[in-house]
């Protein structure tokens, strides 16, 4: 299904509490969140008044909520969406979370003309989901705001909501709901590890690699937008950056973010990199090669290359290989050898292809090629990748993302250009329409 | 979904033969088992008159059932399922397990009275579910047991039933049959990969990853239990418990035991250790420190810290990096080393939590700290992780599992009060109340 | 569900270009792949008027169909499913397909007499495969062939039809469709990539395990056959036969082929080796050893043995073992290796089983046993494991695809007897009927 909201990507889901204890300001943090700009921006702003805030402190964050947004709402850059507090199990939870929203969604209030949607955690199954949608219709209803105007995003953190993503597709658009509302599936799993039961060694949270496929896939069957959960070890910028690669690979390209350090990160991680480089496989190690003077050098000790007479041995880990001459040198390093793209060289790609295109070529031969040093021994490779039609669009995905960042986050547009450069920017926008 | 039955977990799911040929008494596997006590007696035992027995021997398999659990079932400490025949491609067969059911069911035989369910294997769609549900209804009805007392758990052995777990939430419950009787969900790996139609190389079973995880969320959408299958090589403890390692990550806590040592190994499994220890990521291979003196050693030869004018240089595998001080160096290894929390440090942090939680604070830091030795050099090493309500919950199962056994079964309390002291036994069953 | 169609198997799924522009013949490709015979010729050949073809030769692509086939279809060796356009979100599309359908199998063109069936590429909801189904009952009708007559198979390239596949085995045999027609499940990585918006940091395809697994699963629960993509590196035969590996152990034993050197190393990758041999693990290196007069030798330098005192230090990768004597070296290796069998070994141990079996025995030891040599030491290993009929059953999967294929590719009978020896051909074709 065709996705309909405004933004088709989300890079970054980044909550706040609504209200902390014991500040001068309980709105201290929202409202410094409020005024991030640029990469410290988010795509979605969530002021979040479930469990980022304390229960005692949860009708004041409503009103937080309104305060902070109706001053400082027009001016934010992205999207809102508040998180209400919502549970599958509790009647009385729900009940709460419905007054917030109509509290919150009062036009006299001054903040619903800001607020993009709400993000309602712990749905249930299906049922449930329409519970939460069914009071967003009577909010939309009572405070005349278009039926359908709020967006609703779920957080996923039990089996019964993975399960319900899988009846999307047939459940949006039933006359009896207006679930065509929905934009995010996000996971939350810290509770879902709670819900399953899961227990690992030192306490860390599992990686569940099958939820975030059939989020990814929900979201591919339902026009939606997967956004991974939060991932709680601050300090850890490395693996934050290996979870939302491992994210992308699954079509999940959005992730909470805790920290504007987090944003800054996350809105970065699916652009492709400004400057293309070459990694190769140290035996089993994935390793980027050092670019010296347009030569890419390998520095570890995993990998060596001798000369044995007119030919060379290649020693990769414990496994030695004899090679007659360069070629098969070159033969035997390209099965080693990746190329990573930046974002210049994607661009190139595509133009290059459409004007194949346009010239009635149907498919073309990319060319990746490198000089690679290893030890003192120099080796010229060369790979061709043939591109088509389906090449071209599955490749395009960085494309399509870049081009809906720039064209919903202005603020953006000078990181940008700082990042690629002007024109790369501007080749970039034309590219693929 | 509430889970329904006394035991909220099993840990341990024991098949024994109900009938070997060549014996004076074939019953006499059975019979052994019957008398298992404390950490050899499993939380479900299964007389199996299925895969386990010869064909030619079921019926005289059933005849055993009712022999040896009308004798021992009073005494035996823990919950008994014998498992039936069934198929869901063969009526003959089905027609088969039912008569058995009624045989055993009768309360005449004197057995059912220590029966809390019975295992259907081999079962097909949601239909073929419900014949069998329908066979314990009339078997509960025609002996007067109450309907819907006789708990059903099935084994998954095929696609279509891998399929079916996914509408338990939707069909249990349904007016026309008494699927709120379902138990355990069980895996049945063998004659999974023979429907499946999977080869490997040699012949060992594949892993069913996503298997797994599906038993698991469908047991945690519908109020069951998720068991995994047997594992097949019973000289190999140390596989045995990395496939329970990988269950728990899953949600899976459960796992089939083929001998009394398996038992012992899997009813250990899911609760903390007695001692918390750490481990160290030596390039790719998780590693245990040595404690001596309260300082904790790295033996291997894969890490190394050399002092370097002021600083030093850790090596890791090929990688080496270069720190100025101790602060830096804690740092870098703080991204290795993480810790396995024993019983008595789950239940004091959860205990500090409860305790700020009473003072109105609703997230704290806890800290781990150690010193750690690497070659000649020593490093003080700490680490704070936010606890909130969600982190505390989500870390509360093994507590709840330990609490659920402590309730269930008063034979192994010894052997916990041995493993763990009698003070930690005591504050775990208070803690989380 | 029971596999209705002739072929209970499909190892090789190749794909022919129907019209290539720029050729004194456009139908040339076509014309090459029509006569491949033996190991070259792939179970099911993929005339391919879809993506493989221009937009703009697709009309031309269809004659080409007719004319290739008519002339050389009678004689080609395995079964003729042509792949005609189709998507989901567009009805022209759509019409196009049912017009090159429509034409393709009048019988006045010669050519739908040697055609099985149809491959619908980019399908989506059930909803849009009955669309199809619909259109082929009517070119049936129209055309006086049989209703159902002709098999349908799908390309699996977005989210909807990936959740699709769950339903079939329930929309199968409903009166309003032929979907009893269905044949196999494709997986399309390089589109289900494109839509699924999944981004690596290469460009390479994800691996998408799930969708792999969910592919299978159907096949399973359906009665159908579960086909891989393409693997689009085709000098990289390592990483071709890796995946085959992979998917084989998720039941998935098809996988398209783009070259007749695919088709070969596809069409022999599930069958088991014509020697077996055996395997140990290098410290996480899975790694062949090498026979010399009997003895199985280990070459790498990641695993030593040294004689000290009585007994040897074991040595792998960094982990030191002692052991007392040569029993316990060989308990330790016996950790370490696995053993591949050949086809003669399965037939052995299958043959064995049914003897052990016709004499009343349930279950048995088979033995595998080796002498190793690790620098100077050698020792002699033996494992036993337990068949039951269960085992006996899930191992014997390659010997009843091996039968499929032998009964439906005579063109093959020689490269067989060539590879295993007529002799164990014959035993292979009797053993487990």
Known sequence: MERKHARKFVRTFFTSPTAVEGEDDSAKMMRSAAQLRGMQAPDVWVPDNEDATAPNMRDEGAQNIIDVISEHGEDFP????????????????????????????????????????????????????????EFLTIVENEHDLGEGSLAMSVIVECGASELAMEELRTEIGRPSNNLERLFMLVNGEVDYTKSMRAITPTGELPPWPELRHNTSRAADAAGLIAVD??????????????????NQAKGQLGIWSLTPGQVVEANKSPLPPAAGYWLIDAAGDEVELDEEDGVWAYKGDRISVEESGDGYVLTVGTDETEVADDDELAQELLDLVSYVPSMNDIVDSMEEFEAAKEAGKGAIAMTQAATVRIGDV?????????????????????ITLFQDVYDNRPDQHDDLAELYSEDVVERAMEVGN
Chains 1, 2, 3 share one sequence.
């Not at 070890?233 to 491992?246: C, H, K, N, S």
């Not at 120099?378 to 669009?393: G, K, L, N």
Request: charged share 35%; no cysteine; aromatic share 8%.
């Open 78 to 133: 992205a999207e809102i969406h508040p998180r209400i507090v919502w549970h599958r199990d509790s009647p009385d939870t729900r009940h709460q979370g419905f007054k917030h929203l109509m509290e919150i969604a009062d036009p006299e209030n001054g903040a619903i003309q800001h607020i993009d949607g709400f993000v309602i955690p712990e749905v249930g199954d299906i049922d449930d989901w329409k519970k939460a949608d």
């Open 229 to 246: 959960g939060p991932y709680d070890d601050i300090r850890d910028v490395e693996g934050y950056r290996e979870r939302m690669t491992d």
């Open 378 to 398: 120099e080796v010229d490779i060369s790979r061709d990748r043939m591109w088509d039609e389906a090449t071209y669009q599955a490749l395009q995905t960085p």
